[in-house]
């Protein structure tokens, strides 16, 4: 991608430093809160489907010591970026990017060294809006970041199942008006669902939840206290500046 169609922005608060499409697709908030909600430990790997130019992915392998991660992104500018951003930020070593479908059959995964049962915790931002129901952005690279058909979801939890080994936990962020969808295509081979939403402000409507499930579980569903993004005043709250400058995680059910 020529010099001049990039930025170049730090986030939480100048730690992570990101090279990102100018225009298009942009790292936003969803992928620092995806990042705070996923558990990992030194020695795990874990595995992002839809990376982009690897924020979330990042973000955990930065407060996560000897975690490494696989990025797996569709469009091969934004893998490139990605590859980018983990060598700028020191984590190359423990990084690897591949340019990948995540619908793509087994064996491509396979040609390239990626096994199922082969990740601890896989984490997803998947494109939440259906062309069939929602205006799409005129920018290509944003409405393959945003959109899908609708079978995509179920799809995507699919093979994060194929990806984890079990008990592995996968942890997502969608829209919360269609949190019913991520329910019915987790039912099949996750269990121990813990749910929290996202409010813009105290007396809104939440705007995204968070999702974390446990492969093959039978534990019941649980509900996490929601996280405020803003005050009535529209300041930033505190436990949102926390996660989203400080680098702070999400709390989850025990």
């Known amino acids: 991608m020529p010099a001049e169609d990039v930025t170049e922005n730090a986030v939480l608060d100048g730690r992570l ?23 990992a430990a030194s020695g795990d790997h874990a595995v992002e489907l839809g990376a982009g130019v ?20 569709l469009d091969r500018s934004l893998a490139a970026l990605a590859q980018h951003n983990a060598a700028r930020n020191g984590l190359a070593d423990r990084v690897r990017v591949v340019a990948l479908d995540v619908t793509g059959p087994d064996d491509d995964f396979a040609s390239n060294g990626i096994q199922a049962g082969s ?16 205006n799409l952005s005129p920018n290509p690279q944003r409405r393959l970041a945003h959109a899908a058909s609708g079978d995509a979801l179920a799809q995507w939890i699919r093979r994060a199942a194929w990806l984890l080994a079990p008990s592995g936990v996968l942890t ?27 409010y813009p402000r105290p007396d809104a409507a939440a705007i995204r939840v968070l999702a974390r ?9 649980s509900l996490a206290p929601g996280l405020t993004l803003n005050d009535a005043n529209a300041r930033p709250s505190g436990e949102a500046e926390a996660i989203l ?7 989850w059910p025990d």
């Open 54 to 73: 690897g924020a979330a992915e990042l973000a955990l392998a930065q407060r996560v010591s000897g975690l490494t991660v696989t990025l797996l992104e």
């Open 17 to 39: 430093v990101l090279r990102q499409p100018r225009t298009g697709h942009r790292v936003g908030h969803d992928a620092i809160l995806l990042a705070a909600a996923t558990y």
């Open 213 to 221: 499930a446990v492969k093959g579980s039978r534990a019941p569903l």
């Open 119 to 134: 990740a601890a915790c896989v984490l997803m931002n998947p494109p939440f809006n259906d062309p069939a129901r929602q």
């Open 172 to 198: 997502l962020i969608w829209r919360a008006d269609g949190f019913g969808d991520v329910l019915a295509a987790l039912d099949k081979d996750f269990g121990g669902v813990a749910v929290l939403p996202v």
């Open 245 to 251: 400058r400080g680098g702070g995680t999400l709390r």
